[in-house]
T-cell receptor, first 109, second 116 residues
Framework: EDQVTQSPEALRLQEGESSSLNCSYT??????LFWYRQDPGKGPEFLFT???AGEEKEKERLKATLTKKESFLHITAPKPEDSATYLC??????????FGAGTQVVVTP | NAGVTQTPKFQVLKTGQSMTLQCAQD?????MYWYRQDPGMGLRLIYY???????DKGEVPNGYNVSRLNKREFSLRLESAAPSQTSVYFC???????????????FGDGTRLSIL
């Protein structure tokens, strides 16, 4: 059965303190690894798609990487506006995504 | 650009009542999805429509029905609401999946549904 596990569940950072979020997965055939950001009261906002092991994507202070078993979302020198819940999802079959439970990130000034 | 629009944003129902959640997208996407999000459980797929004219069950379809009205609109119906269906419901849309992999899904801001 396909599984997606995110860790840690919650992360509290000081502004400027870099850290990484983990997304480990088991899936029979990976059809993409997706990262989303979700703010309170809003829907998930798409950040990145990774399709192959070794692939990396960057956007501002965020960088996503992918191996055959896990993905990392690195947050470099975070700011308070990076506070959100970050969701990981894997493409597990045609068109469908399997989501993890998310990592809640709080960045304090 | 509106993207994915969901109505209503909030709703309170009594057990046994019925209602329809509406979703429309203006991105010309072929595929549409309905999820529910509960604390600690992540997003779970209820139903999806790979393309206009098709619908399929997801992970948690019991108690729900869907209609793909046209390419833009995909509705979710609760025929007889139960307290266990209290949740936040999200609609999403995407380009059609291809051989290279799935496409990113784009979400609306949700409907917060409470069933008493």
């Amino acid at each position: 059965e396909d599984q997606v596990t995110q860790s840690p569940e919650a992360l509290r950072l000081q502004e400027g303190e870099s850290s990484s979020l983990n997304c480990s997965y088991t899936v029979s055939g990976l059809r993409g690894l997706f990262w989303y950001r979700q703010d309170p009261g809003k829907g998930p906002e798409f950040l990145f798609t990774l399709y192959s092991a070794g692939e990396e994507k960057e956007k501002e202070r965020l960088k996503a990487t992918l191996t055959k078993k896990e993905s990392f979302l690195h947050i470099t020198a975070p700011k308070p506006e990076d506070s959100a819940t970050y969701l990981c999802a894997v493409g597990s079959s045609w068109g469908k995504l399997q989501f993890g439970a998310g990592t809640q990130v709080v960045v304090t000034p | 650009n509106a993207g994915v629009t969901q109505t209503p944003k909030f709703q309170v129902l009594k057990t046994g009542q019925s209602m329809t959640l509406q979703c429309a997208q203006d991105m010309n996407h072929n595929s549409m999805y309905w999820y529910r999000q509960d604390p600690g459980m992540g997003l779970r797929l209820i139903y999806y429509s790979a393309s206009e004219g098709t619908t399929d069950k997801g992970e948690v379809p019991n108690g729900y029905n869907v209609s793909r009205l046209n390419k833009r609109e995909f509705s979710l119906r609760l025929e007889s609401a139960a307290p266990s269906q209290t949740s936040v419901y999200f609609c999403a849309s995407s380009e059609l999946a291809g051989r290279g992999g799935n496409q990113p899904q784009h979400f609306g801001d949700g409907t917060r549904l409470s069933i008493l």
